[in-house]
């Protein structure tokens, strides 16, 4: 119950950013020294700090804030994340694609795991992190989106088998499937699909219907969809019948 609890503390921290050891106890009908005792555990893993009876979400450092450009959509950004996070089991080798909504993973993500990502981003929110090993591909640095591109971060890939790929996308779109703005980006989405047992689209439902400039997957190389309550029932039911499983945070 502990840790289930102290999940849920972590995720109300992404949403509200702050509370206060009195007001955790109170929406949990515990007391404050559980609440202490939970905010330690997780302050010790280093995702949350603890600050004169408050608990803080950690600041997200500058060039995180210019990747991520959330926006109206960080609320549901975040869910997404944390319900995506619990699809990754102890001792997963994964690979976290760049993007604004694969960075809400990795803020999630408390599970001991390997974690492979060509996103500058991710591996400076993961690179601290107690149980989690950061392996960074090479790359030029796309600006902007701080993600690391070209044919050294594609043959990295080469030698990795993933259990779990999350993978993030530009459009999505039931007949043209996934893509993105830029080619360099596509073939290195391409590379970490090659190699995953498993491909998780993690992505916002204002995404759906929108196509981009160059196709790098079809819905066939999908398993799972992890998206807000927002997506239409009858997309839902489409992408089902195709064989992707459908999960609405």
């Known amino acids: 119950m502990s840790s289930e609890r102290q999940d849920e503390i972590h995720f109300l921290l992404q949403e509200y950013r702050n509370l206060s050891v009195i007001e955790l106890a109170q929406r949990f009908k515990v007391s404050e ?26 600041p ?13 959509a960080e609320r549901e950004k975040a869910r997404i994340g944390h319900l995506a996070a619990t699809l990754i089991t102890e ?9 604004t909504t694969t960075l809400a993973v990795a803020q999630a993500l408390n599970t001991k795991c390997t974690v492979i990502t060509n996103s500058l981003p991710i591996a400076s929110v993961l690179g601290n992190r107690e149980g989690i090993t950061v ?10 989106t701080f993600a690391l591109v070209g044919p050294m971060a594609r043959s990295v890939f080469k030698g990795f088998n993933a259990d779990k790929l ?6 999505v779109d039931i007949e043209r499937g996934l ?33 981009s400039f ?10 799972i969809l992890v998206t807000d ?12 019948n195709r064989g992707v499983k459908v999960l609405l945070a």
């Open 33 to 58: 020294m559980t609440i202490r005792r939970d905010l330690k555990n997780l302050a010790a893993l280093g995702l949350i700090q603890r600050e004169h009876g408050r608990a803080i979400y950690p």
């Open 60 to 72: 997200v450092p500058m060039d995180t804030l210019l990747m991520m450009s959330m926006g109206e």
């Open 91 to 99: 001792g997963d080798s994964i690979i976290l694609d760049a993007g």
């Open 135 to 144: 392996l960074m591909t090479g790359g030029e640095v796309r600006s902007g």
């Open 166 to 171: 999350f993978l993030g996308a530009t459009g």
């Open 179 to 211: 893509s993105t703005a830029n080619v360099l980006e596509s073939e290195v989405k391409q590379a970490m699909l090659s190699v995953a047992k498993e491909v998780i689209l993690v992505t916002h439902s204002a995404k759906i219907g929108q196509v």
């Open 214 to 223: 160059h196709t790098f997957a079809r819905w066939d190389s999908i398993h």
């Open 229 to 240: 309550t927002d997506l239409p029932s009858p997309i839902a039911k489409e992408l089902e």
